[in-house]
């Protein structure tokens, strides 16, 4: 396979070759072209300077004299002798500069002059950046690009110049021609070398990669640079052996090669390490976790469809994860597991989601990591949320900060960075621990957060603030909307992890309700769409029924003493679909709810609007229903709703829905219909005879 990879670019290269070494015979053709230009032009251009009308003493008949002697020293130059033009002052410039507008032969001239000159200089620049491309060192990606964007700009400028010529000038654009696929070839050998670098190395270099995703991050249109850099491979012959399964492969190799160049030089523990192999085995994995810096940009020089950067980083992550894995089982003492623990919780924020690949500990060894974790998780958290506040300048020596240097950064930068380390510190746990076990993490992350924030709004209040202009319930409310980030991490996790049913979220919740009750208004709004929106539909599967309605009615209760009427109903909406959800309530209960919590305006319209829009469609009601034995609850809460439901739904809805509830019915199916008619009275005698005839076979269907 190698020998037709080489064959492959011997031929590439003689291609490109065979480009430039045409490029002299284009060059004498179109210098010999450019000379009868030139002296057509010449001609034109003197004719219309005698037939022009003199001004004496103006000095436009010297400058006139030295336009024609410049229109014949550019025929002259062509020849190799130097165009030079002497004694003109600015005025006379400037009356030169009439003269070229006036005279477009001139102009002509000046133009074929100033084309002449950059064909030659982008035939230098181009065998320049020929070569540089095949002496590809691996650290000037960046740089060659740029110099090939340059030359895609000058050659878009002469094109435009191009197109203003006369007719008989076309030729110029067919000469440039070559340049432009040479320009394309060149190009996609610098990509070449970009890929060779990158998988041929047993070391990737971080100069090259880095390189590569600036040059793939200054591209305006992503899709428009994937699509240009097809188009350039393309023009390679044997362009299949190019594709992405090769390339993947290759890049994948060398991964695996700079893997284990790092991994064989961690100490062998032989089944048991000591303490100092401990300690030297982690400094050696800590120098491998950067490497999955370096393996994202290797993913992002290819296209996302070859799969690369998935590939890579699982590739690291396995790697590392069972050589702690190793460390661990193996250590000598539990001081050297608490020191591979302690290293895995401060690491795990580089790793996140992918530390649960490769992690090979079962049994005992599972259980005692579990244990380990536990135990260091919080200090960790801790220590980081210490870090923090002192790098903010939180503290100023032994003492509390008592002016606002570093407000900014102290509230809104250092809680920022606590945040997303807690966060990752968590997503990176979700793959270690069972559902149960992270919920407790969270419980103490969760307070360790709530504590900060505590310790943020007090020291707020310490700080003299009728000397600063800052706005203090503004700087405490991006802490409480951090907080909401974090809940809202909270709910989507849990929602993922409930397959263990003795996780309960329920502490999270209050502590949110808490977060009401403090929070300055600023925040309120972020906090309860970001509580609302996330709850919805997780409750059926994290509570029961019972639990789930204790639970709302603990939400609300927080809630209610700032609900204005638009958030009473996204309140009510949140309640209602619990109350379907966990079949726990009647009708009745569910308004006295709202009626307790003081969610209702005097005429019940809040209550109204939302029932309203959330049952318009009655397959909406009877959905959650379909696993549910007790139906009758359902129809004693639709008699009861009656004078709420104002919008049914079609006839076809209803059958659907009661289709799909007939195996389930534990009620008289005429009983069913009296209420769907009671419920849509304008329902016609067609639509009425129709329900009468399904329902007679439904029930037909039952007692069989």
Wanted: charged share 25%; hydrophobic share 40%.
């Amino acid at each position: 396979m190698d020998g037709i990879e080489q064959r492959a670019r011997r031929d590439a290269q003689k291609e490109i070759d065979s480009k430039l070494s045409a490029i002299p015979e284009l060059n004498q053709s179109f210098l010999r072209k450019l000379r009868e230009d030139l002296e057509r032009q010449r001609t034109l251009a003197v004719a219309e300077w005698e037939a022009a009308p003199r001004v004496k003493n103006s000095g436009l008949e010297s400058v006139g004299l030295a336009a024609a002697n410049l229109v014949g020293a550019s025929s002259q130059a062509l020849g190799g002798r130097e165009l030079v033009v002497k004694n003109l002052s600015a005025s006379q410039w400037q009356n030169s500069l009439q003269i070229q507008q006036s005279s477009q032969a001139l102009w002509n001239v000046k133009v074929v002059l100033f084309l002449t000159k950059l064909y030659q200089n982008l035939e230098a620049e181009l065998k320049s950046l020929y070569q540089a491309c095949k002496d590809f060192s691996g650290v000037e990606l960046y740089t060659l690009h740029q110099r090939l964007l340059s030359i895609e700009r000058i050659q878009k400028s002469a094109a435009i110049e191009c197109e203003a010529l006369p007719d008989e000038s076309n030729h110029i654009n067919d000469v440039f021609t070559p340049l432009e696929e040479l320009r394309e070839l060149i190009e996609s050998e610098l990509w070449n070398s970009l890929l060779a670098c990158a998988s041929k190395t047993s070391k990737i270099h971080r100069e090259v990669l880095a390189s590569a995703a600036r040059v793939i991050e200054a591209q305006e249109d992503e899709d428009k640079f994937w699509n240009q850099y097809e188009r350039r491979w393309s023009v390679l012959p044997n362009r299949s052996l190019w594709q992405s399964r090769r390339f993947k492969e290759r890049a994948v190799e060398a991964l695996r090669d700079g893997i284990a160049s790092l991994a064989s030089t961690i100490p062998d523990g032989r089944g048991r390490y000591s303490d100092s192999e401990v300690e030297c085995s982690l400094k050696k994995l800590s120098e491998l976790v950067p490497r999955i810096d370096e393996a994202e940009l290797i993913g992002q020089c290819f296209p996302e469809r070859f799969g690369i950067s998935e590939v890579v980083r699982n590739e690291y992550s396995r790697v590392i994860a069972s050589t702690f894995s190793d460390i661990f089982r193996s250590a000598h003492s539990d001081v050297s597991r608490g020191r591979a623990v302690n290293w895995l919780v401060e690491n795990s924020h580089r790793m996140r989601k992918h530390w649960g690949i490769g992690l090979q500990l079962e049994g005992e060894d599972r259980l005692l990591l579990r244990n380990f974790y536990f135990d260091q998780f919080d200090s960790v958290l801790q220590r980081e949320i210490d870090r923090q506040t002192k790098s903010g300048n939180f503290y100023r020596g032994n003492g509390f900060m008592s002016n606002y240097e570093h407000c900014e950064d102290i509230y809104t930068h250092v809680p920022k960075r606590i945040f997303q380390f807690v966060r990752a510190q968590l997503e990176a746990a979700s793959t270690l621990v069972r559902a149960g076990d992270l919920a407790k993490l969270v419980e103490k992350a969760a307070a360790l957060l709530e504590n900060f924030a505590s310790v943020t709004k007090e020291s707020m209040e310490r700080f003299d603030t009728s000397t600063v202009a800052y706005d203090v319930p503004v700087v405490v409310a991006n802490d409480f909307s951090l907080c909401a980030l974090f809940i809202e991490d909270i709910s989507n996790w849990t929602s993922v992890l409930v397959s263990d049913r003795h996780l309960h979220a329920s502490s999270h919740w209050k502590t949110a309700g808490r977060l009401f009750r403090e929070t300055e208004e600023l925040a309120k709004d972020k906090l309860l769409d970001i509580l609302f929106r996330n709850v919805r539909g997780q409750f059926q599967m994290l509570f029961s029924p019972v639990r789930g309605k204790e639970l709302l009615l603990d939400i609300v209760a927080s809630a209610q003493s700032f609900l204005d009427s638009i958030k009473a109903r996204m309140v009510i909406g949140l309640y209602h679909d619990v109350a379907l959800s966990c079949l726990a309530m009647t009708t009745n209960e569910y308004l006295a709810v709202f009626a307790k919590a003081e969610l209702r305006d005097p005429a019940g319209g809040a209550i109204v609007v939302q029932v309203e829009h959330d049952l318009s469609q009655l397959e909406t009601l009877f959905e959650p229903f379909l696993y549910i034995r007790e139906f009758q609850i359902v129809l004693s809460s639709l008699q009861s709703a009656r004078e709420l439901l104002t919008c049914s739904p079609s006839y076809t809805a209803i059958s659907k829905a009661y289709k799909a509830l007939s195996s389930r019915w534990t009620v008289d199916p005429h009983g069913l219909l009296n209420v769907v008619l009671s419920i849509r009275p304008e329902f016609n005698e067609e639509v009425r005879h129709e329900l009468r005839s399904l329902f007679q076979e439904l029930d037909v269907g039952i007692r069989k």
